[in-house]
């Protein structure tokens, strides 16, 4: 089962993070994790993808114009009925990673996407909207976001098995 | 297979928007969709549903008090791992229904659900985060209402038969 | 005083309804107001604006990436302690346009805006983030795009006199 | 000038945070700051401030019951024209403060506040939508939260001295 992680990273973070979370996704059983930044997509694996996790930088206090530009031009693929994720990366606490988050998963509805983060209904670490990682993490968020792919990959099993 | 639409009303309009989603949820076969009041509550039905659809009015941008109340307290039902879904009534275009629902499912997602709209993947009517009702609903708002209670008696029933 | 209202407009819609706007606020004595497509910004005007009013076309239910993209790299001009506002057209009822004015909020915030839309603090019509026009506005919808205009004026000349 | 800081605390955690908040405030010349829960609310100071900083804890990603409770009720009061401004405590970076920050933004843009934050116009510390404090904060969240405390107030004096 395909899981596509699809990134846009400016300054190489959020790459990173996107790569903890494939790594966390390909420890569950039958399960093909995959990063690839939007510069580089891999058209059919996304396709064949039952989830798809975005992540992005915040600029400004939402994601990057570069993730939204390409979520709206690139309609070869469909993305509804997909289990969605998301994570972000932000130059600090309170940065506007978790509102870059949310505007995000506000798309990812408009798409007709199944919209997941774990919550607090797995136990600790709890993850509200997605992953957050102050510049490249430190060794607590990297561990969380290694524990989301692992969730989400998890969760896509179970939903799409 | 039963889905729940827990709603807070303060006029009635927001109980009728209810009533017509489970009308919409029960045209498909095999789902028992029962709207109830946050102040009755009926926990086994709840506890049992796969699918909850919460709703309430915009008050002052956001959903009620009394709806974050019940989501906060009453924990004797597990929400984790259900389908959630959203709507909201509001008293004109722009006057933050959608608002109102983004941050109801910002808290769905704390609570580990599935986030689910339909969005434009099921084509007409689009759907971004959930039904907005202004008032009680002219015609067309109505009849989005029905048809999403139906999309996620569908969904529901396609993701945990 | 001037005042810019800086919009993308994808379909002629979001043009039409940043000139209600500036109709509007052309009303207030000694502000001069002047709409603008981020394709042609006036950047004198705007450096010397001491508010601007930002719209946007919904799109899959935020702003359009061109208008993030534009407040991004423009950055010959400092938005700082200007007061900002927004607005937006949208399909449908409930298809996102005040989701995308809220997540247009957050941005003009980080630029160190002060932001206004008048809410319920000057009667009606209320504005609760920013008018919203459904396509170009049914009549209720355009004339609250003209007060909003005007309402913008007066705090502006309120405020920076 | 008053500035009043209106908090609900949970953990005791908030109520330090607004302690913080007020003595940045107070460090401007003819300013009086002074922080309040919203159990003990000082009606006649709160009508004379001209500027209301609102704090929350987040629960279940976005701001307390308690508040929304306190401002849909508390109508005595008139925020419209007053300079408006948020903060929240949170349990982990990515858990949910941004969101309560910006729900809460939300509510004071309907009732006709102006809204700001600062954002990175001033310089470092940025500060997004507001302070975001993990628990009580550690040093650099401390020492934001004071910085915001002074920023709003400056920005208080220039306005409506």
């Given at each position: 089962m395909k899981i596509a992680i699809v990134y846009y990273s400016k300054t190489g973070n959020t790459k990173k993070v996107a790569e903890l979370i494939a790594q966390g996704a390909n420890i569950i059983e039958n399960v093909e994790a995959k990063s690839m930044s939007i510069e580089e997509v891999d058209n059919e694996f996304l396709t064949e993808a039952k989830a798809v996790i975005f992540g992005s930088p915040t600029i400004t206090g939402t994601f990057s114009w570069q993730i939204k530009q390409w979520l709206d031009t690139a309609r070869t693929v469909k993305f509804g009925g997909k289990l969605g994720a998301v994570f972000a990366t932000a130059?600090?606490?309170?940065?506007?990673g978790e509102v870059a988050e949310l505007a995000l998963i506000a798309e990812l509805l408009v798409k007709g996407m199944l919209v997941?983060?774990?919550?607090?209904?797995?136990?600790?670490?709890?993850?509200h909207f997605g992953p957050v990682c102050?510049?490249?993490?430190?060794e607590g968020q990297k561990e969380r976001a290694r524990i989301f792919g692992e969730r989400i990959a998890k969760k896509t099993v179970e939903l799409f098995n």
């Open positions: 130059n600090y606490v309170g940065g506007g997941y983060s774990s919550g607090v209904a797995e136990g600790q670490p709890f993850i102050i510049q490249e993490g430190d």
